[in-house]
């Protein structure tokens, strides 16, 4: 039960990084995004909270995954869990550059330190739980699309 519990409790803290998140982009979405000029991929509005939640959720998952090889992997899993608090805290940090400051080029700067150490954060989960990093490929899919988007909006909107 205590492994069900792990995580439970981090996917409950994923989402509500992501609902605050969400929170922030909410009057921008409606106001200061359809100002900007986007490229042709860029993904209608819709898309981006089912999409949001389904990569909280699974970071959950991993997360807690994660945490319940504490026991046999102390110091790995301790070094691991302490990148996903950054990756996870990067995630929300760039919601705010972005949609609240508006500020398109330090969020573009940013959401590459996001996928760096992302990509950290798989490369630790690996050897604890490989069901743990596999969950984070879609994560990452979606990161490394949304740094194109990012760019590309920064680019077409200040050049």
Not at 150 to 159: G, P
């Amino acid at each position: 039960m205590k492994k069900y519990l792990r995580i439970s409790y981090c996917i409950i803290i994923c989402l509500t990084v992501g609902f605050f998140s969400g929170k922030i982009t909410q009057s921008s979405i409606t106001t200061w995004y359809p100002t900007l000029v986007k490229p042709v991929f860029n993904p209608p509005n819709w898309i981006f909270a089912p999409v949001w939640t389904m990569l909280y959720i699974f970071m959950g998952i991993a997360a807690g995954l994660i945490w319940n090889e504490i026991e046999n992997k102390q110091k790995e899993v301790k070094v691991a869990l302490q990148y996903f608090i950054l990756q996870l805290g990067l995630n929300a940090l760039w919601s705010y550059l972005f949609f609240s400051l508006h500020n398109l080029l330090l969020a573009s700067i940013e959401i590459i330190l996001l996928l760096l150490v992302m990509l950290e954060c798989y490369k630790l989960f690996k050897p604890i739980n490989a069901t743990a990093a596999k969950l984070f490929i879609p994560y990452i899919a979606w990161v490394s699309f949304a740094t194109l988007l990012s760019f590309s909006i920064y680019y077409l909107n200040n050049f």
